[in-house]
């Protein structure tokens, strides 16, 4: 088992920053590929990023590349998400998750394990 939690989310006004965290335990944290994905009112979950096991790869959706940036620290088993250049459409609940895939991007659905989700809103 890995038990995800997040924290950081927040109120930010358009072209702000925030940083999201998300601090693991359980298993061996090294052994997975660490994603974000959020959810906006209304719509389904949709992919961020992901980082994969060595921290040497990230991946993004086109809607935030250049924008956000996510980062791994395997001595602290946490992962972080910071998000500049915020915009009223990146409104969601953002989730931190856990996928048992070294070697490659996850399909969505290997992610096994997933945070609660922390409210990230931005204001026009």
């Known amino acids: 088992q890995v038990q995800l939690v997040e924290s950081g989310g927040g109120l930010v006004q358009a072209g702000g920053s925030l940083r999201l965290s998300c601090a693991a335990s359980?298993?061996?944290?090294?052994?997975?590929?660490m994603g974000w994905f959020r959810q906006a009112p209304g719509k389904e979950r949709e992919f961020v990023a992901v980082?994969?096991?060595?921290?040497?790869?990230?991946y993004y959706a086109d809607s935030v590349k250049g924008r956000f940036t996510i980062s791994r620290d395997n001595a602290k088993n946490t992962v972080a998400l910071q998000m500049n250049s915020l915009k009223p459409e990146d409104t969601a609940v953002y989730y931190c998750?856990?996928?048992?895939?070294?070697?490659?991007?996850?399909?969505?659905?290997?992610?096994?394990?997933w945070g609660q989700g922390t409210q990230v809103t931005v204001s026009s």
């Open positions: 998750a856990a996928a048992p895939v070294l070697y490659r991007r996850p399909d969505t659905t290997e992610y096994h394990y």
């Open positions: 980082i994969t096991w060595s921290g040497g790869i990230g």
């Open positions: 359980g298993r061996t944290f090294s052994s997975y590929s």
